[in-house]
């Protein structure tokens, strides 16, 4: 896993980088793959579930990216237009070879119990915090993982996120409270067990 | 107090999701992307929009109105002359199968039919125009 924070980076910094692409500097672009690759084979994995197959359609969405770049307009911030290329390029990969991406966690969440979020924070202060949600991050959704991804990881806005996963923002909104909720249940399976027990013994 | 929680919870969740951080692409991620551009002509800084309708189809529309437009013309001139030009090269008319299809004789159900069909395609071209145009922009 890699830290990297992109917030700084904006289309001040990217802009002369696809300005020396556009007039011919081959290694140019190798600072904008290197600058977009995690993000980009993050998505691509959380959708195809599979290590090979995001790193080879990573790549496949760069090489898509140096063909097109002449296309980009300045309209949505570089990394915005990056990162709708490398998902929608993964789910065609997904409908190419017959598959279908998790989106249905939502759906399977239970109601919600009497714990709230103030308990969970509690219990969850006492232990390894980082360890416990990275593995109900890892239990989300494809979907929903990626708008948390966007919207947590990168700080993309509401509006960003939709234009990239093309939903409105107010889906956008809504997703992402149903998935806290989601985690929310999912942790306090983890640091409270005993609820989980009283639950199912209801 | 439930915002609160819920605000509380929000920023637990973006700490957490960026201490998780991001996969980490193989070693020679980059050198491989590099490599498969080398190869690639330098992309045009300005947007080259591919015809939906290549030139050659165009030719060809033009050629069949070429060859068809007289036909129609010389009948409804009215100068006494047969428009179908087959007619008139003896032999040729009997045998060749573009003038059987002017012989041939269809139903009016058939002619709304095609009317109908060609009218379908006709809208189907802007918005497979516009599709492609969109779906340019994306890749």
């Given at each position: 896993m890699q830290i990297i924070v992109l917030s700084a980076m904006g289309q001040d910094t990217d802009q002369p980088y696809i300005d020396r692409v556009l007039s011919?500097?081959?290694?140019?672009f190798s600072v904008l793959v290197d600058r977009y690759k995690h993000m980009v084979l993050t998505l691509a994995l959380k959708i195809l579930g599979n290590r090979e197959e995001a790193e080879e359609v990573s790549q496949d969405t760069f090489v898509k990216i140096y063909q097109v770049l002449g296309t980009f307009k300045g309209e949505s911030k570089f990394s915005t237009w990056v990162y709708k290329i490398a998902y929608h390029r993964s789910l065609d990969y997904v409908r190419g070879h017959k598959r279908r991406i998790e989106t249905m966690s939502l759906d399977l969440c239970p109601p919600t119990q009497d714990s709230t979020f103030g308990d969970i924070l509690d219990d969850l202060e006492a232990r390894d915090k980082s360890a416990i949600i990275d593995t109900a991050l890892k239990q989300l959704s494809a979907e929903d993982g990626i708008l948390i991804t966007l919207h947590y990881y990168e700080g993309l806005t509401l509006k960003e996120v939709g234009e990239i996963t093309n939903m409105a923002p107010n889906t956008v909104k809504v997703r992402l409270f149903r998935t806290r909720k989601r985690l929310a249940e999912l942790l306090r399976d983890r640091v409270q067990p005993e609820n989980t027990y009283r639950y199912g013994a209801k | 107090m439930e915002q609160n929680e819920d605000d509380k919870w929000e920023a637990l969740l973006r700490d957490s999701v960026r201490m998780t951080g991001l996969e980490e692409p193989s070693p020679n991620f980059t050198a491989s992307v590099i490599s498969k551009i080398a190869a690639l002509p330098v992309p045009s800084g300005k947007i080259v929009y591919k015809p939906l309708i290549p030139k050659w189809a165009w030719a060809a529309m033009a050629v069949c109105a070429g060859v068809l437009l007289p036909f129609g013309l010389w009948k409804t001139s009215g100068n006494g002359t047969s428009w179908m030009f087959f007619e008139q090269m003896e032999g040729l008319a009997e045998y060749h199968a573009f003038a059987k299809i002017f012989k041939m004789e269809v139903s009016e159900g058939f002619l709304y039919g095609m009317v109908a069909l060609a009218f379908f395609i006709f809208i189907q071209v802007f918005v497979l125009k516009s599709y492609w145009n969109k779906r340019s922009v994306l890749y």
């Open positions: 011919g500097d081959l290694q140019a | -």
